[in-house]
């Protein structure tokens, strides 16, 4: 466990979801604190009391520019400075081919996973600066960035331009010694994707085969990463892939 004098306040977005609490977790057992973000209070209330007395949870939306820099404001204000950000908030729920999606529906998308993670990210700095400097931010990513899935391909894109967030904000803000790093999974087993796909399933056999290792990530593969790049003190602007080697394929 990380001593209490190293202890770290660690803001987690998406922090109600499957992955989100998993994160959550990791940081816990290594002795930060969480503030676990999302637009859901009830679930994120929840998901923060589940971890313990090291948690506590916000209702945000992270697209809300004025409701975000007023969080940090008020966290700064109560003498609770954040000192890693994990932009772990996203939706997969738009898919269409290109001769099919909106751009109503594609919009929706972006909205979340790359304004969204800019929001924080240009908030998180500001309010790092204003501390005089130093923090990590960690983004989640996607494989599905640099790896085409027909359908998905707004999600996808959308991931993409969260991996060129992170460079662009890693380079500009290394002069602050502010980090910025990306962990881009490949299929994660949430519940809610196991309970779709379960094990022997032949969508479950037919991703599996994509990937060297043999099968699709546990979010107990995910977290570590996270926080292995949040600490890492000498790593910036890197998206890590988390996929089995399915980007060897």
């Known amino acids: 466990m990380t001593p209490s004098s190293a202890q770290r306040t660690v803001a987690i977005t998406g922090g109600a979801g499957g992955i989100g609490q998993g994160i959550a977790r990791e940081f816990v057992e290594a002795g930060d604190r969480v503030i676990l973000i999302d637009r859901d209070a009830a679930t994120v209330g929840q998901a923060a009391a589940a971890l313990g007395d090291a948690a506590s949870a916000i209702t945000l939306d992270i697209t809300d520019a004025e409701a975000v820099a007023a969080t940090f404001a008020g966290l700064a204000a109560a003498g609770t400075p954040v000192d890693v950000l994990v932009n772990n908030a996203g ?3 738009v898919h269409g081919g290109v001769t099919e999606l ?6 929706s998308i972006l909205d979340v996973n790359v304004i969204g993670t800019f929001t924080m990210t240009q908030a998180f700095a500001r309010h790092r600066i204003a501390a005089g400097g130093q923090g990590s931010i960690v983004n989640i990513s996607s494989i599905g960035g640099r790896q085409p899935t027909p359908g998905m391909g707004a999600y996808e894109s959308s991931k993409a331009a969260v991996d060129s967030v992170t460079r662009w904000a890693a380079i500009e803000l290394a002069a602050h010694s502010i980090r910025v790093n990306a962990v881009a999974p ?3 087993l949430t519940p809610m994707l196991e309970m ?7 969508a479950r056999e037919a991703w599996s085969s ?3 290792l043999g099968d699709l990530a546990r979010i107990t593969d995910i977290a570590p990463a996270v926080l292995f790049l949040a600490g890492a003190s000498h790593i910036t602007g890197v998206s890590l892939p988390v996929d089995g080697g399915q980007l060897l394929t």
């Open 102 to 107: 909106t751009p109503e529906a594609y919009r």
């Open 210 to 212: 994509r990937i060297p």
């Open 186 to 188: 490949g299929p994660v």
């Open 196 to 202: 779709g796909m379960p094990e022997g399933s032949p």
């Open 91 to 93: 939706i997969l729920s």
